[in-house]
């Protein structure tokens, strides 16, 4: 049901204390879809799909995903939005930026501006062994101009950047992340 579906994401979001670390607590309006595409075979494939308590190796990630979300329009057919997603590692790293996708149109991530373009975890982030990546969506007021602003993908200050976009988080999902063969 819908109350249990919402229950679970809160859940999610207060157990694994990931989103409040990067960003302070917001009402979702439920999870991402978030596939990244493996072949197994000349014209076999195999959709992984990325959920809170899910576990990759690194080399299941290496390609940019698939993101798919709907339900969250604000005030109509022009709205935009703003993926981002943020790897955080284990014992204190600071956060990592691995890929910014703003003004997307309706809901289609791919015809969005690639701010940061999509990059998988690093082996410095992994070094612990393990690593948080979380995607958050975020409904933009206005068209942004990326360009003109400075963004780091090291130690990146999400709460920072979304004051400064006036950015308002609205869906996310996550995924643990292991180094390749662990």
């Not at 400075?150 to 990146?156: A, F, K, L, T």
């Amino acid at each position: 049901s819908w109350h249990k579906k919402h229950e679970v994401i809160a859940n999610a979001l207060h157990t694994m204390r990931v989103v409040p670390h990067l960003i302070d607590d917001f009402k979702t309006l439920g999870l991402l879809k978030v596939w990244y595409l493996q072949k197994t075979g000349a014209v076999s494939k195999v959709f992984l799909s990325a959920v809170p308590g899910k576990t990759f190796p690194l080399h299941k990630v290496v390609t940019e995903p698939t993101v798919l979300f709907s339900g969250v329009g604000h005030h109509g057919l022009d709205d935009r939005h703003t993926l981002a997603m943020i790897g955080v590692g284990g014992d204190g790293k600071p956060p990592q930026l691995l890929w910014l996708v703003t003004d997307i149109p309706e809901t289609q991530v791919a015809q969005g501006q690639h701010s940061a373009p999509y990059q998988p975890p690093s082996a410095e982030l992994l070094s612990s062994g393990d690593a948080h990546c979380v995607f958050l969506l975020f409904f933009q007021k206005r068209p942004l101009e990326t360009d003109k602003i400075e963004i780091s993908r090291d130690n990146v200050d999400l709460r920072r950047l979304v004051t400064l976009l006036e950015l308002t988080p609205v869906m996310f999902t996550s995924f643990q992340c292991v180094a390749s063969g662990k």
